[in-house]
């Protein structure tokens, strides 16, 4: 069975950094690109970034763009997101999710996901 | 980016009858290099995580009901529920996966039982 395990969700100040994971199981974790995806408290889906399996390609929103970081240890089968001048409006529950089909760099649709992490901005 | 933009933001059906989600892109999803639409949907229960239900626009996902229908092409898709059920209650969201730069979601379509 597919799982995929979300963590490092905590209360930050503005300004401050966080990093994110999401340990993976069930699957062959290097064929596969992962994503992450937030949604703010009562609001919509908002995709943050993807990776492709082999990490070579990396693609963010416009929102997070040079402030986030995304990345992937295939040895240890986790996904992480580095988390810099985070800002009161990155307030949300973050989301890592698979890729449907393997070996794919790009078009992606993801299933399953995992339960998510909150991330908390305030002072 | 490409802007999805969902239709209703809500509506309520009653039990068994026909439950229609509009999602519309602002510029075509439509690849050429294999003619296919680049959108899926999925269907979010309160308290859970997303979950797929249809991709390439109409193509089910191994065990979704077969009463979820996705059809549309180019900009204009529909997700519909032919017969709903008390356990379709939820939030529904379109997804576009022609631009991998900037993968997009519509703002959703909560569906409830009236």
């Known amino acids: 069975e597919v799982q995929l395990l979300e963590s490092g969700g905590d209360l930050v100040q503005p300004g401050g950094s966080l990093r994110l994971s999401c340990a993976a199981s069930g699957f062959t974790f290097s064929n596969y690109a992962m994503t992450w995806v937030r949604q703010a408290p009562g609001k919509g889906l908002e995709w943050v970034s993807v990776i492709s399996y082999s990490g070579s390609r990396t693609y963010y929103a416009d929102s997070v763009k040079g402030r986030f970081t995304i990345s992937r240890d295939n040895s240890k089968n986790t996904l992480y997101l580095q988390m810099n001048s985070l800002r009161a409006e990155d307030t949300a529950l973050y989301y890592c999710?698979?890729?449907?089909?393997?070996?794919?760099?790009?078009?992606?649709?993801?299933?399953?996901w995992g339960q998510g992490t909150l991330v908390t901005v305030s002072s | 980016d490409i802007v999805m933009t969902q239709s209703p933001d809500s509506l309520a059906v009653s039990l068994g009858e026909r439950a229609a989600i509009n999602c519309k892109s602002s510029q075509s999803v439509l690849y050429s290099s294999n003619n296919k639409n680049h959108l899926a949907w999925y269907q979010q229960k309160p308290g859970q995580p997303p979950k797929l239900l249809i991709y390439w626009a109409s193509t089910r996902e191994s065990g979704v009901p077969d009463r979820f229908i996705g059809s549309g092409s180019g900009t204009d898709f529909t997700l519909t529920i032919s017969s709903l059920q008390a356990e379709d209650v939820a939030v529904y969201y379109c997804?576009?996966?022609?631009?991998?730069?900037?993968?997009?979601f519509g703002g959703g379509t909560k569906v409830e039982i009236k």
């Open positions: 997804q576009q996966y022609y631009s991998s730069l900037a993968l997009t």
């Open positions: 999710a698979k890729d449907k089909i393997e070996y794919r760099d790009s078009h992606n649709w993801f299933d399953p």
